[in-house]
């Protein structure tokens, strides 16, 4: 079952804007993770935040929480053309699987 | 793709054969996961394993089948009862405890022909 429901499906901007992804889940979570995956190959995890926590950074990553919505965001700042690729959330319960959303497609034009 | 290995990259199949998917993984993580991705599709949980000689269906298991006989390896058959098997699969691995980060193989790109 898909959890996840992202936003846009699709998105295209300049090198140096900044990129924002939403996901949405149904059910409570332990956390939540991002992944992204370059085209025809496996997925690289980004970031995990916990339920208990509103907001993380890692380097040009910032992720929000809010559980009381069932949603979080993924902003990408500074875009650069290597960052173009799919960009997945995926949720995490007590059931040792993760619950992937059906992903955003991201493309940064030089 | 940090220690997970899967083969053949590409594989082609004719209708009615089983084919087997190759996972191998020197992390020394206890679970191992396979994941069936469609064009522009999500990834979807076939079955998964948290400890050796122990699996679990996920979501789509029908015309699948696993073995976990050893800690790094996790093959996964495709038989003949899967009907619409061209697809893009992942396998995936993670170390026991409260961290679910999962860490994945390069795929494997299925054609049936």
């Known amino acids: 079952s898909q959890q996840g429901e992202e936003d846009p499906q699709a998105l295209s901007i300049q090198e140096g804007e900044n990129a924002t992804m939403n996901c949405s889940y149904k059910?409570?979570?332990?956390?939540l993770q991002w992944y992204r995956q370059n085209s025809g190959r496996g997925l690289v995890h980004l970031i995990l935040?916990?339920?208990?926590?509103r907001e993380k950074h890692s380097g040009r990553l910032r992720v929000t929480l809010d559980t009381s919505k069932k949603s979080s965001s993924l902003l990408i700042t500074a875009s650069r053309a290597a960052d173009t690729a799919s960009y997945f959330c995926?949720?995490?319960?007590?059931?040792?699987?993760?619950?992937f959303g059906q992903g955003t497609t991201l493309q940064v034009k030089p | 793709d940090g220690g997970i290995t899967q083969s053949p990259k590409y594989l082609f199949r004719k209708e009615g054969q089983n084919v087997t998917l190759s996972c191998e993984q020197n992390?020394?993580?206890?679970?191992m996961y396979w994941y069936r991705q469609d064009p522009g599709q999500g990834l979807r949980l076939i079955y998964y394993?948290?400890?050796?000689?122990?699996?679990q269906k996920g979501d789509i298991a029908e015309g699948y089948s696993v073995s976990r006989e050893k800690k790094e390896s996790f093959p996964l058959t495709v038989t003949s009862a899967q009907k619409n098997p061209t697809a893009f699969y992942l396998c995936?691995?993670?170390?026991?405890?409260?961290?679910?980060?999962?860490?994945f193989g390069p795929g494997t790109r299925l054609t049936v022909l």
């Open positions: 995936a691995s993670r170390t026991s405890g409260s961290i679910d980060t999962q860490y």
């Open positions: 059910t409570s979570i332990n956390n």
């Open positions: 935040i916990r339920s208990n926590e």
């Open positions: 995926a949720t995490a319960g007590n059931t040792g699987k993760l619950i």
């Open positions: 992390l020394n993580h206890d679970a």
């Open positions: 394993s948290q400890i050796v000689n122990d699996f």
